[in-house]
Structure formats: structure tokens, C-alpha cells
């Protein structure tokens, strides 16, 4: 079985610009969650969705934005793309709440 | 608030020789702990989990560690590393059943010496 999707694996956006990437859960999985990964620290999380409905959300700007479809894959949206943008974004998928998360390899975001 | 401390930023060891990461967390309720490995350019692999019982917990690649509730630690073990060890490690934790919202650390690299 596939694991957790990303795409696209890098990209190099300038500031001010929008960016949308996105992420394919596991197959049976209906939860997923964002995270961002800013170089030499650990991850932050951005938001969960399970079942298309936002159940959390971290300490980030509404600038950030996602939503999950109805085949659970995801989109995250960063708007006004500043330079501390500038991270690893990481999707990881799950089954529902208490199981084990999946982590994809991640979107490599550079704001130039 | 919940908070994570890796104390160490980077670990250098020999092949062979035993390593322990070190992980405090500070929470005023029960929590689950987490390992996760990153290796260079990948995402992040679950090495163990702690969630009740045992306070020993064995994961993948021969790594152990051991949850003390008293001194709210989490330590990652392994008895003799390999080349192939060589990565970041990240301890995480979250309060009650959701495992979405975890707080992480700053991370570890293991760097091993030949």
C-alpha cells in the first residue's frame, strides 16, 4: 500500500505569492494532519481534519488555511507567502484519534 | 502548557558503542510520549510509543526507551549503534487519547563515528 503522499516535493515561491499543497492520506485513513518544519527545529502543528471537519488548529496566522475533500486527501494554503515561510510542511494521516499517525516526506517550501 | 526538552541538540558516538537521547516533558495531566526519526531528506518514521502500561517500551531498530513518570523523562536507548542510525530523533508528546496536536522537540542528531 502507498503511504502518505505529498506534493510537489519542492518548490520556490516569491514573497507575497499564494501557495496550495497537498496530501494523500493512506488508503482507509480519515484523518489528517499539517505540520510545518522550520530548519534545525522540530514540527509545529498546523491543523487536523477528520472527516472534512477541522478538529484542531495550531498557533498560526489565518494567512494558513486547508481543507480536506471527500476522499480525505487535503490542501493546505498559505496566502501572503512571507520569508519565514520557509519550511519543510508535513502531511501525516491516521485512522481516527489514539492510532498511530503516518508522516509523508514533505513539500520543501523556499520564499525568496 | 505543554513543552518538550531535548537537552542534547547533536550526540556524536562511536559504531558500536551504546547512546541515550535524552527527552524531559513537562504536563500537568497524563500524556502520550512518542519517538519519531527523521533520516536526511525523508519524513518522519515512528520509532516507539508510550500510551499505558509498561514504562519500558521497545520500538523499531533495536531502539528502547523508558517512561519516568517522577522525573518526567522519556529516554531513547540503544544498546549498540549502527552507521545506519545516523538521523535526527524527535520526542513528542500529547495530552489524553488525540495524538494529532503534539508538541515536539527541538530534535537530536545522532552522529555516529566510525
Known amino acids: 500500500d502507498a503511504g502518505v503522499t505529498q506534493s510537489p516535493t519542492h518548490l520556490i515561491k516569491t514573497r507575497g505569492q499564494q501557495v496550495t499543497l497537498r496530501c494523500s492520506p493512506i488508503?482507509?485513513?480519515?484523518?489528517v494532519s499539517w505540520y510545518q518544519q522550520v530548519l534545525g527545529q522540530g514540527p509545529q502543528f498546523i491543523f487536523q481534519?477528520?472527516?472534512?471537519?477541522?478538529?484542531g488548529r495550531g498557533n498560526f496566522p489565518d494567512r494558513f488555511s486547508a481543507r480536506q475533500f471527500p476522499n480525505y486527501s487535503s490542501e493546505l494554503n498559505v496566502n501572503a507567502l512571507l520569508l519565514g515561510d520557509s519550511a519543510l510542511y508535513l502531511c501525516?494521516?491516521?485512522?481516527?484519534?489514539?492510532?498511530?499517525?503516518?508522516f509523508g516526506e514533505g513539500s520543501w517550501l523556499t520564499v525568496v | 502548557a505543554q513543552s518538550v526538552t531535548q537537552l542534547d541538540s547533536q550526540v556524536p558516538v562511536f559504531e558500536e558503542a551504546p547512546v541515550e537521547l535524552r527527552c524531559n516533558y513537562s504536563?500537568?495531566?497524563?500524556?502520550?510520549l512518542f519517538w519519531y526519526v527523521q533520516y536526511p531528506n525523508q519524513g518522519l518514521q515512528l520509532l516507539l510509543k508510550?500510551?499505558?502500561?509498561s514504562t519500558l517500551v521497545k520500538g523499531i531498530n533495536g531502539f528502547e526507551a523508558e517512561f519516568n513518570k517522577s522525573q518526567t523523562s522519556f529516554h531513547l536507548r540503544k544498546p549498540s549503534v549502527h552507521i545506519s542510525d545516523t538521523a535526527e530523533y524527535f520526542c513528542?508528546?500529547?495530552?489524553?487519547?488525540?495524538?494529532?496536536?503534539?508538541?515536539w522537540g527541538a530534535g537530536t542528531k545522532l552522529i555516529i563515528k566510525p
Open positions: 513528542a508528546v500529547s495530552e489524553g487519547e488525540s495524538n494529532y496536536q503534539l508538541i
Open positions: 504536563s500537568s495531566v497524563s500524556v502520550y
Open positions: 508510550y500510551l499505558s502500561g
Open positions: 488508503s482507509g485513513h480519515k484523518s
Open positions: 481534519y477528520y472527516e472534512k471537519e477541522e478538529r
Open positions: 501525516a494521516s491516521s485512522r481516527g484519534s489514539g492510532n498511530t499517525i503516518y
